[in-house]
T-cell receptor, first 115, second 110 residues
């Protein structure tokens, strides 16, 4: 149980393109979903927290107009990287949690490469 | 602010050589401490949650323990397939999110 699916797993695109990443909880309803960014050999850095039906809460230093998050249902959250540039290249990972006292379950990440 | 420090940064073991990974934390009221395993190019895989000092949990060759200041992940007679990065994270009572440590990269040689 507690499976989280993330799609796509790998994206290569030109600078200026907008990229959408989907995160789905397959066998449970997630009241909260989280988006992380991870650089090589570094730990996960929380970007934002999203609750179904409300605006996402962004961490300090994360541009909300750059990284658009939509949590339209209890099983789906999307992250759109708008007008992506090479410095946005990274490994993006989502997670979902049933409730505040439960662990987060992670998707397998999306490798984003901007040329 | 919640802080998590993991040591060592990297650990190389021979197959069968038991050892421990450390996770030191500071948090204003611990809701839970979490251990994850992450393989290269994959998302973290949940291992354990510990909620209070003195608690222990086991899964195969792994055993996690918790005190008021730190947690240990003990690996008994590791195998090459245990090679991965092990991440520790804490959640405070006032937070909905977790703070992660930098991880320990474990390599087990046959």
């Amino acid at each position: 149980g507690a499976v989280v699916s993330q799609h796509p797993s790998w994206v290569i695109c030109k600078s200026g393109t907008s990229v959408k990443i989907e995160c789905r909880s397959l066998d449970f309803q997630a009241t909260t979903m989280f988006w992380y960014r991870q650089f090589p050999k570094q730990s996960l850095m929380l970007m934002a927290t999203s609750n179904e039906g409300s605006k996402a809460t962004y961490e300090q230093g994360v541009e909300k107009d750059k990284f658009l998050i939509n949590h339209a249902s209890l099983t789906l959250s999307t992250l759109t990287v708008t007008s992506a540039h090479p410095e946005d290249s990274s490994f993006y990972i989502c997670s979902a949690s049933i409730s505040r006292n439960q662990p987060q379950h992670f998707g397998d990440g999306t490798r984003l490469s901007i040329l | 602010e919640d802080q998590v420090t993991q040591s060592p940064e990297a650990l190389r073991l021979q197959e069968g050589e038991s050892s421990s990974l450390n996770c030191s934390y500071t948090v204003s009221g611990l809701r839970g401490l979490f251990w994850y395993r992450q393989d290269p190019g994959k998302g973290p895989e949940f291992l354990f949650t510990l909620y209070s000092a003195g608690e222990e949990k086991e899964k195969e060759r792994l055993k996690a323990t918790l005190t008021k200041k730190e947690s240990f992940l003990h690996i008994t007679a590791p195998k090459p397939e245990d090679s991965a990065t092990y991440l520790c994270a804490v959640q405070g009572v006032d937070n909905n999110d977790m703070r992660f440590g930098a991880g320990t990269r474990l390599t087990v040689k046959p």
